[in-house]
């Protein structure tokens, strides 16, 4: 017999719950994650084709309207438990003080890859 102590079993109660324990903390973070940006309405895409979300605005816990732009028209919907329900056809477009819509998901990662202080994969900043 030599004096080698024998290595800790990978599978020892110790390791199984701290993996775990990690494992449930990586799930409640993804989940954190996804609630703030539904929450924040950053998640949500805003559409560049030829329908597109404009502008929504909430009147209630699951209730909105909705300013749609169709083509070059724009439709104003309810959007509820109900489903959707069409309110008006505008014949004037609405133009919104509030500039430009957010942009997309892809553009924001652009944006912030591309300042200084970032490393890329390809190892440059």
């Given at each position: ?33 996804s ?38 028209s724009?439709v104003?919907?309810g959007v ?10 505008l ?21 912030l ?8 994969p390809?190892?440059?900043?």
């Amino acid at each position: 017999m030599t004096g080698l102590a024998q290595p800790a079993s990978p599978l020892s109660v110790g390791s199984l719950a701290q993996l775990t324990l990690s494992l449930m903390a990586i799930v409640a973070l993804i989940l954190a994650i996804s609630w703030a940006l539904k929450r924040l309405k950053l998640a949500r895409p805003r559409g560049s084709g030829e329908i597109a979300v404009i502008d929504e605005l909430s009147v209630g816990p699951r209730d909105r309207i909705v300013l749609l732009r169709v083509g070059e028209s724009q439709v104003l919907v309810g959007v509820g438990a109900a489903g959707l329900v069409p309110l008006a056809p505008l014949a004037i477009p609405i133009t919104l003080k509030g500039g430009t819509p957010a942009p997309a998901f892809a553009d924001r990662m652009r944006e912030l890859m591309k300042r200084p202080g970032v490393s890329t994969p390809g190892g440059s900043t």
